[in-house]
């Protein structure tokens, strides 16, 4: 879902977007050639002398007209008076042709992407509540944005799940708007920006995570890595992107007043969230002592609230005994493994992985979900043992995974070339391969069957092929 919305606002910035400067240049350029400036200008310089800036006169140079006309086209109190009739005295009637040329002004700014679908708080349509939340005011803006979105994003959906991650993004988005509306409800300039929703996924991301040590990425040139620090590092950076889209807004579209209602959104939504993951621990007293089974239950009772509150260090201090007493506790394995998944580097994460990886009633898609993620994140090298190597093998080539069982064939290869499995494991390659159009690790796995294991039962059985 993170990938998703980068994408979307990506796409939408450089696609939908794209000429929105063409489109606003084109209703200025119509505005200033037509009779709007001098029916306008004239107006606007008396309303603002009737308001106490005595000092305002008609502008005369061309640049001079251009920022007025931008001014009043921005100014609440004005545009009322101009659209009730309020300025054309003594009659109330508009000079003609005034009302179709505004018309058309209006029109031709509503092509703008940015213009039509920005949030408004003076004139607050239900579509742009939504849609501001996808658009952006400049390169900087939406790159600044996607970075930190890409920062985040990515951990606060791990813990929440992609459809209440999506929910409190959209939430958060709302919470924004809802604080720019009361504190601007007169403002006619367009606001845009993920900001808003992005300062509530870096609010959630605060609350959940909080002083946790987690692994971040980083990438230099070519060299791609983790380390680890407390998860509050990411609020400076989140705190110095802020300070630069306030310096850099040129033209004032982008809602920097509203960061701080999408902040408190997400604030609230992620401890509503730990609130509702935590239950009251109930227990039981009975005369003879709680039995091994009634211990086992409290102890995985309080491991779930352990992950539930993304307490993750104390959740494996509590499991590591556990495990070893119960080595086949399919419960205890996968709260093992999900405390775990995410300390690559560590002891807890090599054994968990391979202690669920064994377990032979693990579903075999998750299985196979579970071996990519520990061969990708695995530091230094995956740790798996050839036995468990090839019966894993066996199972995800039985089950159609033909990349992961070739991986497997290849690094049990590596290991012990004359493994008692390797043959059957080679077959199974083949004949997966053969199945799925895979002509060259067919014959791969049939030249490398021949080599090593001649006059095997497997080799005599290939040759019928």
């Known amino acids: 879902m993170t990938l998703l919305l980068i994408i979307s606002c990506t796409f939408i910035f450089f696609v939908l977007q794209g000429k929105d400067e063409q489109r606003t240049d084109a209703a200025w350029t119509y505005y200033l050639q037509s009779s709007l400036p001098d029916i306008e200008l004239p107006l606007y310089v008396h309303y603002q002398n009737q308001h106490g800036k005595a000092d305002v006169r008609e502008p005369e140079a061309p640049s001079e007209v251009a920022a007025m006309a931008q001014q009043l086209q921005y100014d609440p109190g004005f545009q009322r008076a101009l659209k009730s009739g309020q300025l054309f005295s003594p009659s109330g009637l508009a000079p003609e042709g005034w009302q179709s040329a505004r018309k058309q002004f209006e029109t031709l700014l509503a092509k703008s992407v940015t213009d039509h679908y920005g949030f408004v708080p003076a004139q607050p349509r239900p579509v742009t509540w939504f849609s501001h939340m996808f658009l952006h005011g400049s390169a900087d803006h939406l790159f600044g944005n996607m970075v930190v979105l890409f920062i985040v994003g990515y951990l606060v959906e791990e813990a929440l799940g992609a459809g209440l991650f ?53 990438w230099v040139v ?28 040129k033209d004032g579209m982008i809602n920097n007043t509203a960061h701080l209602g999408g902040f408190a959104a997400g604030a609230v939504l992620a401890g509503l969230y730990r609130l509702s993951r935590r239950k009251d621990e109930q227990p039981v007293v009975l005369d003879a002592g709680p039995s091994e089974a009634e211990q086992l239950a ?40 999900q405390a775990s998944r995410w300390q690559g580097d560590s ?101 490398l069957l021949r080599q090593h294991f001649p006059g095997s039962a497997e080799d005599q059985l290939s040759a019928q092929w």
């Open 166 to 218: 999506l929910l409190c993004y959209l939430l958060a988005g709302l919470g924004a708007n809802a604080l720019d509306l009361a504190l601007h409800s007169e403002r006619l300039v367009v606001g845009v920006g993920a900001s808003g929703a992005i300062s509530g996924v870096m609010a959630m991301f605060v609350v959940l995570f909080g002083l946790q040590r987690i692994r971040f990425l980083y």
């Open 222 to 249: 070519v060299y791609l890595d983790f380390f680890m620090a407390p998860a509050l590092l990411v609020l400076p950076v989140w705190m110095v992107n802020e300070a630069y889209q306030m310096w850099a807004d």
């Open 298 to 337: 409290a102890q995985l009772h309080k491991v779930h609230l352990l992950l539930a509150d993304l307490a993750f260090d104390r959740a494996r201090t509590l499991l590591r005994p556990l495990v070893q007493q119960h080595p086949q506790q399919a419960e205890l394995l996968q709260a093992y493994y």
């Open 347 to 447: 002891e807890d994460y090599h054994l968990a992985t391979g202690r669920l990886l064994a377990w032979n009633a693990l579903p075999v898609e998750q299985a196979r979900e579970v071996l990519n993620h520990y061969l990708t994140h695995a530091r230094p090298v995956p740790r798996l043992s050839a036995s468990l190597m090839a019966n894993l093998g066996k199972r995800l080539l039985q089950a159609g995974f033909l990349p992961e069982g070739v991986r497997l064939c290849r690094a049990l290869l590596a290991r012990d070339r004359q493994h008692r499995a390797l043959p059957a494991l080679l077959l199974l390659v083949a004949r997966a391969s053969r199945e799925q159009g895979d002509t060259a690790h067919t014959q791969l796995a049939l030249t």
